[in-house]
């Protein structure tokens, strides 16, 4: 899922040519998604015929396509070829939105739970150990936001290490060479890292709880024009969660499909969803998209994005980027708002109003 950040100057140009810039009402809409164990709820309802079924119920059609490459994903949506799709918090801030793209995170469906992580050679291993080492990670990702937070809670700074750029698909072949001694990474590849024998995992996601979301993000433009389309994405998310849960064999056999449709087997994805914090109920989504907790950490995300220069060449301050929250409250410039968490769908299900 997480891969290199595209340039916010590259995604407003991606953005120029917006075909969604003036949306108006419609009856058709597509999204898409990559494989990720918090999104493969996605992949269950549109093939079982839970997002039909929502969409005829609000009279219109969504088609939910899976991509093959994340960040391609993210820069069609930016594009306008679709009018959603699934993408980290970061990365919403950092393409869509500060490329002039108004996106709304319509659902934030899970947080890291300890997924993502470091892992250094050598039993007993601290983070104050990484001081004056490389670090290889994919740089510009989660990986590095992530390496950055563990630094700071450790009393140091990026000036104290040195970051490798390696790629999600070589950094599991790279920890094996005697040349690289740490890596940031998330799983299946931490958990790679992390078996191999006289390791140490210094830090994971589960320490900074909250901060590296999974979300889907739709056009708000278009989720304005089309309501329709907020009503019936939350509906079957809601729905294909709450199916996920308990031990009956229907919630077995959607588990089995979610698994093999990631290519891992029950036991693999299970594992994976054991840390990944996905929200089980609406009402526990709405809790976390309207917690005081939520700006402060997408504050947090603003300030790792402009000082590695992910907000755009005319980005005077970590506050170029507008975001809106729960209860009109808004961080960054209040005339640029580009990105924002409206929990007015999840509120409408965790009511019972869908």
């Known amino acids: 899922m997480r891969k290199p950040l595209l340039t916010a100057l590259f995604a407003a140009g991606l953005a120029a040519f917006s ?41 219109i059609e969504i088609k939910v396509t899976q991509l093959n490459d994340y960040i391609e994903s993210i820069n069609q949506y930016t594009a306008g070829q679709f009018d959603g799709c699934t993408m980290t918090n970061m990365d919403a801030l ?23 992580g470091i892992v250094i050679k050598g039993e007993g291993k601290t983070l104050a150990d990484l001081k004056g080492m490389n670090v290889n990670l994919v740089e510009l990702s989660v990986s590095h936001y992530l390496l950055a937070r563990a630094l700071e809670n450790a009393r140091l700074s990026e000036k104290d290490v040195k970051t490798v750029n390696t790629s999600d698909a070589d950094i599991a072949a790279a920890f094996n060479t005697d040349d690289v001694q740490a890596v940031t990474t998330w799983n299946p590849m931490l958990a790679e890292a992390r078996a191999k024998p006289g390791t140490t995992e ?25 309501p329709a389309l907020g009503k019936a994405l939350t509906g079957a998310w809601f729905e294909t969660v709450a199916l996920m849960q308990g031990e009956s064999a229907e919630t077995r056999a959607a588990l089995e499909h979610m698994a093999k449709a ?30 005081p907790k939520l700006p402060a950490t997408m504050d947090k995300v603003a300030a790792f994005s402009f000082a590695h220069g992910l907000l755009g060449e005319g980005a005077k301050s970590a506050e170029a980027v507008g975001m809106s929250f729960a209860g009109g409250l808004t961080t960054g410039d209040a005339q640029n708002l580009k990105l924002r968490f409206d929990p007015t769908y999840v509120q409408m299900a965790a009511d019972g109003k869908l």
């Open 94 to 116: 950092t393409i869509p939105a500060a490329g002039g793209v108004d996106s709304t995170a319509l659902i934030v469906s899970d947080f890291s739970n300890g997924n993502d």
């Open 19 to 59: 075909l969604s810039a003036s949306a108006a009402a419609k009856n058709s809409f597509n999204l898409c998604w990559t494989i990720y164990a918090g999104w493969m709820p996605w992949e269950y309802a549109a093939s079982h015929g839970i997002v039909d079924k929502w969409a005829k119920k609000y009279g």
């Open 202 to 226: 210094v830090f994971n996601s589960s320490q900074v709880p909250g901060e590296i979301m999974d979300m889907m993000v739709v056009n708000s433009t278009v989720l304005k024009d089309n």
């Open 262 to 291: 990631s290519g891992t087997d029950l036991a693999g994805y299970q594992s994976q969803l054991a840390t990944t914090k996905l929200f089980a109920t609406a009402q526990e989504a709405l809790a976390f998209a309207t917690s």
